[in-house]
């Protein structure tokens, strides 16, 4: 399975704002759809899919498991009301939102839970989000490397994840950078907008062009239009060997994203 390379991210768009999103997107070429339970806006996605006109074959979309639906028989319950939200009948990939706070439950019963899901056809593919390498040992001795689409965790230029990057790597599983602009932080970086400069590109067009030539899936969300249809250009800018490794030397560990609930980071 292809996860189209460049999507567009819902984190923290709520109502009319993830509608007007959504509907932009879709009309200005994305198939790529992100989303999640705890994000609130299944419904408000779905709306826009459905009033896009845009066919079902043509798009990609995810959700993501919460937490409080992994234990028990609660997950495959949850997929299917995010089915409904999403006026869909199957998404294209599920993924683990994270590992079970405090690893309270095994990455196995949750894992096999969302497997069981596939088996049913409510998603045509699983993957994980937040998963640490040591999650993803268990993943892989849960379903296997082969089953597990994409790794979802937050990836720019100040934050590069490595470690993690490498053992996805050196088991053939995709990653999907989120927070891919830093939350507008790369557009201060001087290294950032002096090689933006060089290409009369934007600085948020040369961090996306930096993940996507490493391979990953970038998710940027954005509530303006033409913020919107700029990133996807983001799509045709060639960095070259020497500006990728200036961006490489920008990495300081800085996350953004670690609830009180968050992993033991690698």
């Known amino acids: 399975m292809q996860i189209p390379a460049f999507g567009l991210g819902t984190f923290r768009l709520k109502g009319q704002q993830v509608l ?7 009309a200005l070429g994305y198939r790529h759809v992100d989303t999640a339970q705890i994000y609130g806006n299944e419904a408000e996605v779905g709306q826009a ?10 798009l990609f979309v995810t959700t993501k498991i919460w937490t409080d639906s992994f234990a028990g028989d609660k997950l495959i319950p949850s997929l299917k009301e995010s089915l409904r939200q999403l006026r869909l009948e199957q998404v294209d990939l599920t993924l683990i939102h994270w590992p079970s706070p405090g690893d309270a439950l095994p990455v196995a ?5 969302l497997a069981e899901a596939k088996a049913q056809g409510l998603t045509a593919a699983l993957g ?23 790794n979802q965790i937050e990836i720019h230029p100040f934050l590069q ?25 790369v557009m201060q970086e001087a290294v950032i907008q002096r090689i933006a400069e060089a290409h009369g590109a ?17 998710i940027p969300s954005s509530t303006k239009r033409e913020n919107l249809a700029a990133n996807l250009k983001a799509q045709a800018l060639k960095l070259s060997d020497a500006e990728m490794a200036e961006i490489a030397t920008l990495d300081r560990n800085e996350r953004i994203a670690s609830p009180d609930f968050a992993p033991k980071w690698d």
């Not at 948020?204 to 930096?210: E, G």
């Open 161 to 185: 994840n490595r470690k993690v990057v490498a053992f996805c790597r050196g088991h053939g599983i995709h990653l999907t950078a989120y927070m891919p602009l830093a939350y507008g932080k």
């Open 20 to 26: 007007d999103s959504v509907s932009n997107g879709l």
């Open 128 to 150: 994980v989000s937040n998963f640490t390498i040591a999650h993803l040992q268990q993943a892989i001795a849960a379903v296997g490397a082969a089953e597990i689409a994409t």
């Open 109 to 113: 019963k949750y894992l096999g839970a």
């Open 202 to 218: 934007s600085p948020a067009q040369v961090a996306l062009a930096w993940g996507l030539q490493q391979g990953y899936a970038v």
């Open 49 to 58: 899919i459905a009033d896009s006109g845009v066919p079902r074959g043509e």
